[in-house]
């Protein structure tokens, strides 16, 4: 079986597409896999991390600033999606996959259209209960639209191959073991908190945790891991301006991006992030008990209501952005951490929201749609 991927722009796009990737291997070692993702996005270094074969093209999004620069941008949009297209539909006639599978972001539009004008299958998988604007166009080409929150299928008007399946997790993800995990970070019994922004970076969540990471470095109380993110290069200097000896500070992992998050993850005793959904799946799989701080800066604010989810299943604690204050989050990482009793009781919770067979069911729609095609 040959299967060819394309998502990117998030780890939230691409960490499913790996974690499809990892599921179909272990139970067809044979399957040739291939990712088309963007040239110089994120998923160009993490793909290849994961041992799977990387083909980018050159797209970009489209500006919903109305100017002259705006204008100007989409017009190369458009240039670079009549380019990508093109270059989609080399790569697909190179590798001759029996199915593409899209996972999101803008970068799967003109390879699945491609996949589908070739006569190809193509299925798209739906991570959040509002969809993106990529995945609503694709949907009326695709043989099965796969969604994680039941929620999503209202949006996708006119189409009705439906199968609900969760968010897949990386296997790694299922499989840590905390206590090894905590060996090989060198960490001790003291509380782990593990904190991020997203790929990118928050500012505002960077600037929220500075303080409570600053303290640490001087009492030592809690060690913390946390993720910066490309935009955040200047964090360290704050901590620094706030007093922290990041040089002798070893109970700190301060870096910009997460390449072991499944190490990570099943150290942590509490966990600070935004409300992703492959984030949340994966707190909940991991059961994790969590502050959550939403972003609102997405369609339908469904990050929102993603943390309400874990928050009215006494599963996590939200704190949202407008009310976001370094003293407010280090009151509620403090309350939390010092309460074991909660923090497992969170954890428990969290546990039994989970879906861990996503990538399971994911699979048997692929060969499902396989066999259909096939059959024709």
């Not at 694709?138 to 796969?146: E, Q, T």
């Not at 299928?153 to 499989?175: D, Q």
Request: aromatic residues 6%; charged residues 25%; proline residues 5%.
């Amino acid at each position: 079986m040959k299967i060819l991927f394309a998502g990117g722009g998030t780890a939230g796009h691409i960490n499913p597409a790996l974690a499809i990737a990892g599921y179909v291997k272990e139970r067809q070692p044979d399957a040739e896999i291939l990712y088309v993702g963007k040239i110089g996005g994120m998923e160009e270094r993490l793909v290849p991390q994961a041992g799977i074969e990387f083909k980018g093209i050159s797209v970009q999004g489209f500006s919903r600033k109305i100017s002259l620069k705006g204008l100007k941008e989409n017009i190369i949009t458009i240039s670079k999606a009549i380019s990508g297209g093109k270059a989609a539909k080399k790569i697909i006639k190179e590798f001759a996959p029996d199915i593409c599978v899209g996972t999101g972001g803008y970068v799967s539009g003109p390879v699945l259209r491609a996949a589908a004008q070739l006569g190809i299958p193509t299925i798209i998988h739906e991570q959040n209960a509002f969809p993106g604007v990529t995945n609503k166009m694709l949907a009326k080409h695709a043989d099965r639209v796969m969604l994680a929150m039941p929620a999503a299928k209202k949006h996708f008007k006119g189409h009705s191959k439906f199968t609900e399946t969760g968010n897949p997790v990386r296997g790694a993800i299922l499989t840590a073991d905390r206590d090894e995990s905590r060996k090989l970070l060198g960490l001790d019994e003291r509380p782990v908190i593990l904190s991020f922004g997203g790929s990118l970076g928050a500012q505002i969540v960077n600037e929220s945790i500075a303080d409570i990471i600053a303290r640490s470095a001087k009492d030592g109380k809690y060690q913390h891991i946390h993720a910066y993110g490309q935009y955040g290069k200047w964090f360290p200097d704050l901590l620094k301006d706030k007093g922290a000896d990041l040089d002798n500070a070893d109970n700190l992992d301060i870096r910009e991006y997460i390449n072991d998050m499944p190490v990570c993850l099943a150290a942590a005793d509490l966990v600070i992030a935004r409300a992703g959904a492959i984030t949340l799946s994966e707190i909940q799989v991991k059961g994790k008990p969590s502050i959550l701080i939403p972003s609102p800066n997405v369609a339908e604010n469904h990050q929102y209501h993603n943390a309400m989810a874990l928050v009215e299943n006494n599963a996590a604690v939200m704190i949202e952005e407008k009310d976001l204050t370094p003293e407010k989050l280090t009151e509620e990482i403090d309350k939390l951490a010092g309460d074991p009793e909660r923090l497992k009781q969170y954890g428990k919770n969290a546990k039994e929201m989970a879906v861990d067979d996503a990538a399971k069911r994911i699979y048997s729609v692929i060969i499902e749609v396989l066999a259909s095609h096939r059959a024709k």
